[in-house]
Every structure is written in C-alpha cells, then in structure tokens.
C-alpha cells in the first residue's frame, strides 16, 4: 500500500515584519505570537495526522492568525486532514499526490487562483522506513522513498517557484525540511540520510537560482520532534558507539513557532548557514545534555 501524507497552504502577505532570530534561541514563544501572522495565508507539506510535525506547524501558524488551507493524498488521509482543517477556521481541502505533477501543478494552480498571490510554502512531505544495513534494504524501497522525500519535494518547489517568478509583485519564500540527517546520519539509515543531504543541495540551488526574481529558499533541520516517528527513541536507539541509549525529544509547537519566525525574517535571510543557526536552535531547544551526550546525538 502506497503511503499517504497532506499538505497545508498559507499565503503570506506583501508586507513583512523584519524579525531577525538571535542564535541559539527563538525571539518568540507560543504565548506572544498572536496575531504575527494576521491576513496571511501560505503552505505546508506533509499533515499526516494530530500528532505530525507538520500539524505542530500548521496550528501554531493558525494561532499567529495566519489563514491555512490544506490537501491530501487517498480517501483515508482525507478523513483525518478535514476535521484538523475545520478546527483552524479552514474549508480548503484539496487531492494531491506530491510525486504526480500534474496534481501538484493542479493544487498549487488552485490555491494561487483563489488568493491572487503565493509568498510562501514549508516543503515538508517526507517518509522513512525501519533502519538496516545497506545490503538488506530493498532497492525499490529505497526508489520509493527518493521518489518521495527528493523527488516529491522538487516537485513542489517547481511548482512554486514557477508561481512566484511569474506573479505579482514577484518573488517569495521556500522554507525545506532538512533534518539533522542533512548533517549526518543514524545508523541504517542509508536511504532516508541520501535523501536529506539531496534536499541540502536543493535548497542551495534554489536559494541561487531564485536570486534575480526575490525568491529566497531555507532550511530547517529538526531534531528529535516529539512524533509518532521518534516514539522508539523513548525506549532507546542505536547509537554510533554501537549501545542502545534512550533520546530526549522536543514538542513539535517549537517547530512551528521557528517557522513563524522564518518566514517573518527579511526576504534576504534565505542563505543555508544563516538559516541553520534558527533551525539549530530548534534541535537544541528545551534539551539539557551533557557534551558527551551531545556529540552521540550528533
């Protein structure tokens, strides 16, 4: 069974805060964000359920007033995404599959259409899969999952791009999610590691290439959000050392709020290194380790 993930959709307006994040922590929190985002409207990738960081992303985006739209992928999903959808204000839902073109082209299509104008998305769509040495993966799992992650997300800043190179006025904000595994991997993770360090060098490119039409294009590299996906780093995880040791997580509300704070930095604030020390300060948040314990995790 092929797997299925959703899509949030905000546009932001023209004007924007000049909020510059300091490093090592966020400049704001859950309670004085209200109203940072008022009449804007955007996109996010990847609402899968309640407990998704991209569901983090999208309420807390909705709690800084700003308006989300959202899409999904199979009839299941789509029954999980409408009531998340209802309870921010929202009755955008719409079908789309981010390795289908034609259905992202549609969705983006669609949603640039009805609000006139598209000033940002967060590319989040992304899957992974049980760690193993490179030898016992098997290869079309590992196409499947470039398929998504690489692919899917290509996709998707195409069809981006192409909106706000050609719309008026011109340019906007692409923020990717990297992972600490754009930096180095875990152990078995060969597939899901590749994938995050391609999406580094999509986002570089990007950022490049939008230059002359005032598109800028981030990162963010998350840490251990506390998910359904990390819940077996509570019990414990292998390690570089080879021992089993257990991993502290954060609430995924911290990602969101780092977003909000991405997307209110000045449109020039899009160069990968800059946007690392916000997204750094996301993994470390809320974590008291000891530098032994640090460099494990690293």
Request: aromatic fraction near 6%.
């Amino acid at each position: 069974m092929p797997p299925v993930w959703a899509t949030a959709l905000f546009r932001a307006a023209p004007h924007q805060r000049e909020i510059v994040g300091t490093r090592g922590k966020m400049s704001f929190s859950a309670e004085n964000i209200s109203g940072l985002m008022a009449g804007k409207r955007g996109l996010i990738m990847g609402v899968a359920n309640d407990k998704s960081i991209a569901w983090g992303i999208a309420r807390t985006v909705a709690a800084a007033g700003a308006e989300v739209a959202f899409t999904y992928q199979g009839e299941a999903l789509e029954k999980r995404v409408r009531p998340l959808a209802e309870s921010v204000g929202s009755d955008t839902v719409l079908p789309c599959d981010v390795t289908d073109e034609a259905q992202v082209e549609a969705a983006f299509g669609r949603a640039a259409q009805d609000w006139g104008h598209l000033d940002a998305i967060f590319n989040n769509a992304g899957i992974g899969r049980p760690g193993a040495p490179i030898d016992e993966i098997p290869v079309e799992e590992f196409r499947q999952l470039i398929d998504i992650n690489v692919t899917g997300s290509f996709i998707c800043a195409r069809a981006a791009f192409g909106i706000m190179r050609k719309q008026e006025p011109q340019g906007g904000r692409i923020i990717n999610n990297g992972s600490v595994s754009a930096y180095v991997p875990r152990w078995g993770s060969a597939p899901y590691t590749a994938s995050k360090h391609a999406i580094t060098g999509l986002t570089r490119s990007i950022s490049l290439d939008g230059r002359p039409f005032n598109i800028a294009c981030g990162q963010i590299d998350i840490g251990n959000a506390a998910t359904p996906m990390t819940d077996r780093m509570v019990d414990g995880v292998p390690q570089p050392d080879g021992s089993m040791m257990a991993e502290p997580r954060m609430d995924v509300d911290n990602v969101g709020q780092a977003i909000v704070h991405m997307d209110l930095s000045p449109i020039h604030i899009s160069e990968p290194t800059r946007q690392a020390e916000i997204s750094y300060a996301v993994f470390c948040l809320k974590k008291k380790k000891t530098k032994k314990q640090t460099n494990k995790h690293e």
